[in-house]
């Protein structure tokens, strides 16, 4: 049996669920996800397909092929490449898409490259396919280069896992980058699997598929997205992969023996909130003014640097000389003082391999935003006045 340990994003998630049950007002910035509630149009659209007995019986493995239409036509916008409704596979989420897509490409004991710092999915799904998940160490702008996966390549090393805007840190690949990781890619054979999950939250206009940049890659790249993040639908569990057909083939055989097909109701809302372009634009927007209260508040405490994220929904400070300095002796110590003394849910930095920091993210509403800050903000004080006191005892 493959030995499996919990999602750390998880565990943080339900102690704060657990604080809450208790009746404590507790403010969770700790989730990957918006806070806001599905549209209109979405769950109009899945009410109606309740309503309509088609739904009511299996549908097909591959998914539901209007909607895989119109994840073609997205994919195709974003990659200047042609693809079509036969080159998709409707998937339960994002994360599950990663796994198909891994599952494909690998065989047991396989190795991908995964981003360190980066989201703990990517590594999960690797080992889940049975496959051995390989950190490579970012650059200061928490970015992989050429030469830090090469340095991480072994004859196993199969695919390499690409995430622009990231998660935790917000980073989007300039051109000159995801150029330069292709031709590494194509050098050595190596898959890339693009998780475009964010793709929506750019907030320099620099991101491009990398397949855009690099269409030679094209028969060597699945391409990864979704609603749960752009369209405020978390907990639809629809999203897809589009990949060359021995990907698609491989991963609908999967689905078929596994879980029939993604829920029908489900791709209906999927195929509403894909007809409505406003709603990731205005969330865009939004986060964009949120992340500079955000970012802006967190530079102003002593001990934190946060730099602006490019892209995404969270900011990721550094924050070991507030540790240092108020005698926290990790990030996981003080996301668990944050969530005991001031009812506020991070998550440490140990959890995407990156100690040291915070992952705080920003796509709750202002109100729950500015509240949160200011609890950050009086009990960093509080903790910076006591720690001051401390030192002072301790030189008498
Ligand atoms: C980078 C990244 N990819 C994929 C996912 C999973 O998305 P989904 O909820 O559609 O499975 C997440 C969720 O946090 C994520 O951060």
């Known amino acids: 049996m493959t030995a499996m340990t919990d999602n750390p994003i998880f565990a943080v998630a339900a102690k704060a669920e657990a604080l809450r049950a208790r009746g404590v007002d507790v403010i969770t910035l700790a989730a990957g996800e918006p806070q806001a509630a599905s549209s209109a149009v979405v769950v109009e659209a899945a009410v109606a397909a309740v309503r309509d007995p088609a739904t009511h019986h299996y549908g097909t493995a591959q998914g539901d092929p209007a909607l895989r239409a119109l994840v073609a036509d997205v994919v195709s916008g974003d990659t200047q490449l042609p693809w079509s409704a036969g080159d998709v596979q409707i998937a339960l989420g994002a994360k599950h898409a990663l796994f198909l897509a891994v599952q494909a490409l690998i065989e047991a004991g396989d190795e991908v490259l995964v981003a360190a710092p980066g989201w703990p999915g990517h590594a999960e ?7 051995i998940a390989v950190p490579v160490a970012t650059d200061e702008e928490f970015r992989v280069s050429a030469e830090a996966l090469d340095r991480c390549r ?4 199969r695919a390499v896992m690409l995430s622009s805007p990231g998660n935790p840190t917000g980073a989007v690949y300039p051109e000159c980058r995801l150029r330069q ?11 890339v699997i693009s998780d475009d999950i964010y793709r929506a939250f750019d907030y320099t206009g620099t991101y491009r598929s990398v397949l855009q940049v690099a269409p030679q890659l094209f028969g060597r790249t699945v391409v990864v997205g979704g609603v749960s993040k752009e369209h405020a ?3 639809w569990r629809v999203g897809w992969l589009a990949a060359p057909p021995e990907i698609i083939v491989s991963a609908r055989l999967h689905v078929a023996r596994t879980i029939t097909h993604v829920p029908t109701v489900n791709q209906r809302a999927a195929l509403a909130a894909l007809g409505d372009t406003s709603t990731p634009v205005e969330a865009a927007r939004d986060y964009r003014r949120r992340r500079a209260l955000l970012v802006e508040a967190l530079n ?3 001990g934190i640097e946060c730099p602006l994220p490019d892209g995404g929904m969270f900011a ?3 924050v070991s000389e507030l540790l240092r300095d108020c005698g926290w002796s990790s990030s996981a110590d003080l996301a668990t003082w944050l969530l005991d003394t001031a009812h506020l ?3 440490p930095g140990e959890a995407f391999n990156a100690p040291g920091h915070i992952r705080v993210c920003f796509a709750v509403d202002d109100d729950t935003l500015i509240t ?3 609890r950050l903000l009086t009990a960093l004080r509080s903790a910076e006045h006591k720690s001051a006191v401390r030192q002072i005892e301790e030189a008498r």
């Not at 799904?125 to 496959?131: D, E, H, I, K, S």
């Not at 072994?154 to 090393?157: C, I, K, L």
């Not at 990781?181 to 898959?191: M, P, S």
């Open 233 to 235: 639908m978390t907990g």
């Open 125 to 131: 799904v690797v080992t889940a396919a049975g496959g």
């Open 372 to 374: 949160a800050v200011e």
């Open 345 to 347: 849910a991070v998550v």
């Open 181 to 191: 990781i292709a031709d590494w890619a194509e050098r050595y054979g190596v898959w």
């Open 300 to 302: 102003g405490i002593d």
């Open 154 to 157: 072994t004859p196993r090393t």
């Open 316 to 318: 990721f400070p550094d």
